[in-house]
């Protein structure tokens, strides 16, 4: 099932949170932080970041920003955009914490970036962002530093020719309708959404409720990024969700339990290999909020000695494995897991495992489970249902086989989990299989597990309650093991 996302919108400058119309005019009217942490306990869906000035400095302000929030048990996904120029700058916000890189400047001045990002990336983490200025009948032009700067470019030309160098995402803002409460510019969502098979969120004209009602008669809107109905207080996410749920039951995601406490897992030692190309911040505070002692890895030896071993992932398969392969971690990981200690592969974590991928031509993976990973078929006739690729935001798991004795054991089949990914494995085994989630007529293996190996296709540290438990269940796992030497 298809969930639409709702997002908490985060404009920053300098030190605070900011809102104008039409992007000018700013007002200050929060603390980043402060603001970050009602809208996630409130149960939004997403953050989305985006530094207003970065381009004007040439520089990204966000990464302290990021760091701070992510420590403070931050369960769901971020997006994070402005001032991104190059793929060191992806590298470097994606391990301060964020899941999604938000490009729009550097895009418009080097197209090649979007491709290049893509496929050390992945596509399901590079988001073309577009600020979207109306010209004339069923005409937009896309501008950059923040609404200032013209590029001649066709919004819906721009956004097509974006999705063929690789784009997973869109985010699409209506510089015309911001923070204007008038409604979204609903003929400017068409016109892009009508030919793109890529996850659009919308951004931009929100005032009341009716406006969000208004525009998910759209089944291909696949989130909706608020600021101003919540900056100012006219709604709660609570209340939206309730009023959305009532008319579009199963499209939007219901409001989880955000009043998580942590638990004691103090004998509990994790080890996450650092391979350079993931987000490590994460997976290492959602374990950390649980009681667990955790450390990074990127040596043979370190592998070795370790008690349990998580290889989490964001990013294309064949850059994963090259760059396993030249830490020479491939073997390291090979030889832990034939010794029985307790394993955890994260979505390109848990897709390295395979024997082969397809992903940008045919490569070799670990092979420590029999099967492939494959891409979600592609049908443009389907876009008229909302199917995207990627498959981006909340879908459900359930079971394939009974979950007493797995690290599922306490989760609640049916429950809801974040995914973000083109490719999905397809185990040669059904006996591998433990959950499994439908997107729209295909099912795929969502959650496997063989023997002392686990593996997520969605990422559990930013998956709520739900991701907390499973998590839960990794540790109890791993203290259930029998004693192994200590870091």
Not at 453 to 464: A, D, L, N, T, V
């Given at each position: 099932?298809?969930?639409?996302?709702?997002?908490?919108?985060?404009?920053?400058?300098?030190?605070?949170?900011?809102?104008?119309?039409?992007?000018e005019?700013?007002?200050?009217v929060?603390?980043?932080?402060?603001?970050?942490?009602?809208?996630y306990?409130?149960?939004?869906?997403?953050?989305?970041?985006?530094?207003?000035?970065?381009?004007?400095y040439?520089?990204?302000?966000?990464?302290?920003?990021?760091?701070?929030?992510?420590?403070?048990?931050?369960f769901?996904?971020?997006?994070?955009?402005?001032?991104?120029?190059?793929?060191?700058?992806?590298?470097?916000?994606?391990?301060?914490?964020?899941?999604k890189?938000?490009?729009?400047?550097?895009?418009?001045?080097?197209p090649?970036?979007?491709?290049?990002?893509s496929?050390?990336?992945g596509?399901?983490?590079?988001?073309?962002?577009?600020?979207?200025?109306?010209?004339?009948?069923?005409?937009?032009?896309?501008?950059t530093?923040?609404?200032?700067?013209?590029?001649?470019l066709?919004?819906?030309?721009?956004?097509?020719?974006?999705?063929?160098?690789?784009?997973?995402?869109?985010?699409?803002?209506?510089?015309?309708?911001?923070g204007?409460?008038?409604?979204?510019?609903?003929?400017?969502?068409?016109?892009?959404?009508?030919?793109?098979?890529?996850p659009?969120?919308?951004?931009?004209?929100a005032?009341?409720?009716s406006?969000?009602?208004?525009?998910?008669?759209?089944k291909?809107?696949?989130?909706?990024?608020l600021?101003?109905l919540l900056?100012?207080?006219?709604t709660?996410?609570p209340q939206?969700?309730?009023?959305?749920?009532?008319?579009?039951?199963?499209?939007i995601?219901?409001?989880?339990?955000?009043?998580?406490?942590?638990?004691?897992?103090?004998?509990?030692?994790?080890?996450?290999?650092d391979?350079?190309?993931?987000?490590?911040?994460?997976?290492?505070?959602?374990?950390?909020?649980?009681?667990?002692?955790?450390?990074?890895?990127?040596?043979?030896?370190?592998?070795?000695?370790?008690?349990?071993?998580?290889?989490?992932?964001v990013?294309?398969?064949?850059?994963?494995?090259?760059?396993?392969k030249e830490?020479?971690l491939?073997?390291?990981?090979?030889e832990?897991?034939?010794?029985?200690?307790?394993?955890?592969?994260?979505?390109?974590?848990?897709?390295?495992?395979?024997?082969?991928?397809?992903?940008?031509?045919?490569?070799?993976?670990?092979?420590?489970?029999?099967?492939?990973?494959i891409?979600?078929?592609?049908?443009?006739?389907?876009?008229?249902?909302?199917?995207?690729?990627p498959?981006v935001?909340?879908?459900?798991?359930?079971?394939?086989?009974?979950?007493?004795?797995?690290i599922?054991?306490?989760?609640?089949?049916?429950?809801?989990?974040?995914?973000?990914?083109?490719?999905c494995?397809r185990?040669k085994?059904?006996?591998?299989v433990?959950?499994?989630?439908?997107?729209?007529?295909?099912?795929?293996?969502?959650v496997?597990?063989?023997?002392?190996?686990?593996?997520?296709?969605?990422?559990?540290?930013?998956?709520?309650?739900?991701?907390?438990?499973?998590?839960?269940?990794?540790?109890?796992?791993?203290?259930?093991?029998?004693?192994?030497p200590r870091f």
């Amino acid at each position: 099932m298809k969930r639409t996302r709702i997002i908490a919108r985060l404009d920053v400058k300098g030190p605070n949170v900011v809102k104008g119309i039409q992007l000018e005019g700013l007002r200050v009217v929060g603390n980043p932080n402060q603001l970050a942490r009602k809208y996630y306990q409130d149960g939004a869906d997403e953050l989305l970041y985006i530094d207003i000035v970065a381009s004007l400095y040439n520089r990204n302000n966000l990464t302290h920003i990021i760091e701070e929030t992510t420590k403070h048990g931050f369960f769901v996904p971020i997006t994070v955009g402005g001032g991104i120029r190059s793929l060191e700058d992806i590298k470097t916000i994606l391990r301060s914490g964020a899941d999604k890189a938000a490009i729009n400047t550097a895009a418009v001045k080097n197209p090649d970036l979007l491709r290049e990002a893509s496929r050390i990336f992945g596509s399901s983490t590079i988001v073309l962002s577009i600020e979207a200025k109306k010209t004339g009948p069923g005409k937009w032009e896309a501008y950059t530093d923040n609404g200032r700067e013209k590029t001649g470019l066709d919004v819906v030309t721009w956004a097509q020719h974006a999705v063929r160098l690789g784009v997973g995402e869109i985010l699409l803002t209506s510089v015309d309708r911001d923070g204007t409460k008038l409604g979204f510019d609903l003929e400017l969502v068409k016109a892009v959404t009508d030919v793109v098979l890529v996850p659009v969120v919308i951004s931009g004209g929100a005032g009341t409720l009716s406006h969000l009602e208004e525009c998910l008669q759209d089944k291909k809107i696949d989130g909706i990024a608020l600021g101003t109905l919540l900056h100012y207080n006219q709604t709660t996410i609570p209340q939206l969700k309730a009023f959305l749920i009532n008319r579009f039951d199963g499209r939007i995601n219901p409001q989880d339990e955000r009043n998580y406490t942590v638990s004691n897992f103090l004998n509990a030692n994790v080890s996450i290999v650092d391979y350079g190309l993931c987000n490590l911040r994460s997976v290492r505070n959602a374990f950390e909020w649980l009681g667990a002692t955790v450390r990074f890895v990127s040596t043979h030896e370190e592998i070795k000695e370790a008690d349990s071993l998580v290889l989490p992932g964001v990013g294309a398969f064949q850059e994963g494995m090259r760059n396993l392969k030249e830490r020479g971690l491939d073997v390291a990981i090979k030889e832990y897991v034939k010794g029985g200690k307790p394993f955890l592969g994260i979505c390109l974590g848990m897709q390295l495992l395979m024997d082969r991928s397809y992903e940008f031509g045919e490569h070799a993976g670990l092979g420590l489970i029999e099967g492939e990973v494959i891409r979600f078929k592609e049908d443009p006739a389907l876009v008229v249902e909302g199917y995207s690729i990627p498959h981006v935001g909340w879908n459900s798991i359930e079971p394939d086989r009974d979950w007493k004795g797995t690290i599922l054991e306490d989760v609640t089949p049916g429950s809801g989990a974040y995914f973000v990914h083109s490719y999905c494995v397809r185990p040669k085994s059904d006996q591998y299989v433990l959950a499994k989630t439908r997107y729209f007529d295909q099912e795929f293996c969502s959650v496997l597990k063989k023997e002392n190996i686990y593996g997520c296709q969605f990422h559990p540290e930013k998956s709520g309650q739900t991701g907390l438990g499973i998590l839960k269940g990794f540790l109890q796992f791993v203290t259930s093991t029998p004693s192994l030497p200590r870091f």
